[in-house]
């Protein structure tokens, strides 16, 4: 029992940096094998490729925040409410004039900013399980958000349009965002001091803690950085709906599919191991399954079905051999 | 010796236990008193035993997921199970009372197989139950969805809505008594005794404790890991029959029930991640809930500001949990 204790982490570490790439790449060949063996090759030409990278934008920006919480041993489930009140207070505040846009942006990271706080200070201070408590902060703001708007509320104007329909050359603005966002990510995590202090209080807060790390500035930080990032992803919304609705969040069921492809992406649910990079492999893979099934042309239902089973397949793969007895 | 050390566990288990449930039950009856004195037929034997009715598809929930909360897992399924049981009992008995019996019992296989598929997912591919419970979420719904054709009408035959309907009267004391509370007396007994009672029970506080230690005393972890899921999704096949009989077919009978059913749990004291809770403090939790709603729609609050105040009972019940437990360790 105690060498196979002792042979799974080495196992798994040396396995950990591939499985994006592996992800990455099993993705490619699905979307691929699928357009050709459907005959629909124009997805393949420069055109169908954007569109597919388009729509991993939103997903995308918020999962790179629920990496951080995940890595820190903690979850998030208001991102998707906190999605909807980014979207609707971005496009009340604009109603259309284009003077309004950094006022409106700034409001919007801000009150992500304080979400973010409370909902790690009710984890990190309160001790609430993370679980609940952002269970509760996202049924506030829903509630909230209900109560006050019942329909899309305002209106961007053109120029907060670039955001999700401007473009560099054949790449979108957001697109591009998306990247840099990752590399900002990573950057984060691997080289410097709160990265290593996120990974420690993932993998052991007790031990992080004793070995004189604030370990509760960690949770607050990695809950301010993925409310953060749900403010930004329901200014991406707005900008591409044009307005912002109450319901666009939890439409995009952006709460469960975030954890999800975090997992898919090989970080583990318990913290303390993965990255941003398999993250946004994940996000890929729900993007192709998508398309895929366009090009297939599944119908809605026998999709949802599918998605689902996908889902448990693509954790499992990682889960499968694991000897952690955790439910 | 033995017999010692279980006189003290027995005793700490009961001031535990009557220090815990007080918190939900206080809560509930504090609820419930502020909604008789603005309805006082609330007060009446009648308006209590509809309110118990109302309760009991919540309070059913509650009870299944409390096995899968103490195990140290989620089930995330069982509110889409409540939508697949409505409407697939739409679909099986067509209208025609003569398809019900049957009709139930496939059901309730139904309902076998996703449990067994979430207990076999978490237990043999070690998928965190969150994620394998919010995969059949998805698929669940999505088989309804199909099922149905995504937008069902009408009602259930009477002889199926019976079991969330049917009202005896003329019942001395207390006038008039559903079935529905019949049906969640029945579940209370069987979870209070299967959670409270019998060596199973203890073994799925051991795996919620700590599930290495259980399985190096001897535990099963795997096979008490499905139990725990089939017993969820038994109780949500039940809820789902209860609620096919409060209103007409539709598939989003089930939405966000999941959700109540944890926070159910978590409100009557169970504790996430496994090891503590009390079939009492689920019960508990549910009428603390359904109390909640009713009074804020007696208040004339919007739909909305009630996912509000869930959410706000929601955290301060964790949080003074949480508070409790660290000053009495």
Aim: proline fraction near 3%.
């Amino acid at each position: 029992m105690s060498s196979a204790e002792g042979v799974v982490p080495a196992f798994r570490m040396r396995r950990a940096p591939r499985a994006p790439l592996l992800l990455f790449l099993g993705s490619l060949f699905l979307y691929i094998g699928v357009a050709i063996a459907t005959g629909q090759t124009r997805m393949l030409e420069v055109e169908g490729a954007v569109g597919l990278l388009q729509r991993t934008v939103a997903l995308g920006i918020v999962a790179i925040g629920q990496t951080f919480v995940i890595l820190a041993g903690s979850i998030d489930l208001s991102v998707a409410n906190l999605i909807s009140v980014a979207a609707v207070l971005a496009s009340f505040i604009m109603q259309g004039r284009p003077e309004m846009m950094l006022t409106a942006v700034v409001a919007v990271l801000a009150v992500s900013a304080v979400v973010g706080l409370i909902n790690g200070a009710l984890v990190s201070r309160l001790q609430v399980s993370p679980f609940i408590a952002t269970l509760g902060s996202g049924l506030i703001l829903q509630g909230l958000l209900s109560a006050s708007f019942t329909n899309f509320a305002g209106s961007v104007p053109i120029e907060f349009q670039a955001v999700a329909y401007g473009a560099f050359g054949p790449l979108p603005f957001s697109v591009i965002g998306l990247f840099v966002l990752a590399i900002l990510a990573s950057i984060l995590l691997r080289a410097t001091k709160f990265g290593a202090h996120l990974y420690a209080v993932g993998g052991n807060a007790e031990g992080a803690r004793l070995a004189g790390i604030r370990t509760d500035l960690v949770t607050i930080g990695a809950h301010v950085l993925c409310s953060l990032t749900a403010g930004v992803s329901g200014l991406y919304l707005a900008s591409r709906l044009r307005s912002g609705a109450p319901w666009v969040g939890r439409d995009g069921v952006y709460d469960l599919e975030s954890i999800a492809v975090v997992v898919i992406g090989g970080t583990l649910l318990a913290g303390g191991r993965g990255g941003v990079w398999g993250t946004l492999a994940g996000v890929l893979l729900f993007a192709v399954l998508d398309a895929s099934f366009n090009m297939l042309d599944v119908s809605a239902y026998p999709k949802l079905v599918l998605r689902g089973a996908i889902v448990i397949a693509a954790v499992a793969v990682y889960t499968f051999r694991s000897r952690d007895l955790a439910a | 010796m033995t017999i010692a050390l279980k006189e003290i566990r027995h005793g700490q288990a009961f001031t535990h236990a009557a220090r815990r449930i007080n918190a939900a039950l206080v809560v509930f009856l504090l609820f419930y008193l502020v909604i008789g004195l603005l309805q006082p037929n609330y007060l009446e034997p009648a308006g209590a035993m509809n309110f118990l009715r109302r309760a009991a598809p919540l309070a059913i929930l509650a009870a299944g997921q409390l096995f899968v909360l103490v195990s140290g897992g989620f089930d995330l399924s069982v509110g889409s199970l409540v939508t697949l049981t409505v409407v697939g009992g739409s679909m099986l008995t067509a209208n025609d009372p003569g398809n019900t019996w049957w009709a139930i019992g496939v059901l309730y296989v139904v309902g076998l197989l996703v449990g067994l598929i979430n207990g076999a997912v978490v237990a043999y591919l070690r998928t965190p139950s969150i994620i394998a419970t919010l995969g059949t979420l998805l698929s669940v719904n999505g088989v309804a969805m199909m099922w149905s054709g995504g937008s069902p009408r009408g009602y259930l035959p009477d002889n199926f809505r019976m079991f969330g309907r049917f009202v005896f009267h003329d019942v001395p004391v207390v006038k008039i008594f559903p079935v529905a509370i019949l049906v969640l007396a029945a579940v209370c007994a069987l979870a209070q005794w299967g959670l409270h009672g019998t060596v199973f029970g203890r073994r799925v506080f051991a795996i919620g404790d700590n599930a290495r230690a259980a399985q190096l005393a001897g535990v099963e972890v795997g096979s008490a890991r499905i139990a725990v899921f089939v017993i969820s999704a038994l109780a949500a096949v039940t809820a789902g029959i209860l609620l096919g009989g409060f209103g007409g077919v539709s598939v989003d009978v089930g939405v966000g029930l999941e959700l109540q059913a944890i926070a159910a749990c978590v409100v009557g004291g169970v504790q996430l991640m496994g090891g503590r809770g009390t079939l009492v403090g689920a019960i508990a939790g549910a009428l603390t809930l359904t109390a909640l709603f009713t009074l804020l729609t007696l208040l004339g609050w919007a739909q909305p500001l009630k996912e509000t105040a869930q959410g706000v009972i929601l955290i301060i019940a964790v949080a003074f949990g949480a508070w409790r437990r660290r000053r009495t360790g």
